[in-house]
């Protein structure tokens, strides 16, 4: 069984940054791709980015590309968020998911993960 806890969420200005952790248990958590993806209200839960656990991939939605960075820290069992430059409408529920196959392709498709976290609120105020 895979546990994955967010943290790191809060209320920032427009501008500001927030950085992201997702914790996991589970020894082969290091082994797969990690995505992490975000449901603002009244919206589809869709991608942000995702790390393929050898490092050599990512890929990040084009929103969020040159302010996002996604890494890893296999020995701790983490991956995290770095948000750039935040905007409004960065603002909703970010959760990281680990992919359902050990694959070296970023999956963007929430089928693409089996195992979830509970979410962790950002806020960015104009």
């Known amino acids: 069984q895979v546990r994955l806890i967010e943290s790191g969420g809060g209320l920032v200005q427009a501008g500001g940054s927030l950085r992201l952790s997702c914790a996991a248990s589970?020894?082969?958590?290091?082994?797969?791709?990690t995505g992490w993806f975000r449901q603002a209200p009244g919206k589809d839960r869709g991608f942000v980015a995702g790390?393929?656990?050898?490092?050599?991939?990512?890929y990040y939605a084009d929103s969020v590309k040159g302010r996002f960075a996604i890494s890893r820290d296999n020995a701790k069992n983490t991956v995290y968020l770095q948000m750039n430059s935040l905007k409004p409408e960065d603002t909703a529920v970010y959760f990281c998911?680990?992919?359902?196959?050990?694959?070296?392709?970023?999956?963007?498709?929430?089928?693409?993960?089996?195992?979830w976290g509970q979410g962790t609120q950002v806020t960015v105020s104009a």
């Open positions: 790390i393929t656990w050898s490092l050599d991939s990512t």
């Open positions: 589970g020894r082969t958590f290091r082994r797969y791709t």
């Open positions: 998911a680990r992919d359902r196959k050990l694959t070296e392709v970023v999956g963007r498709g929430e089928d693409d993960y089996d195992y």
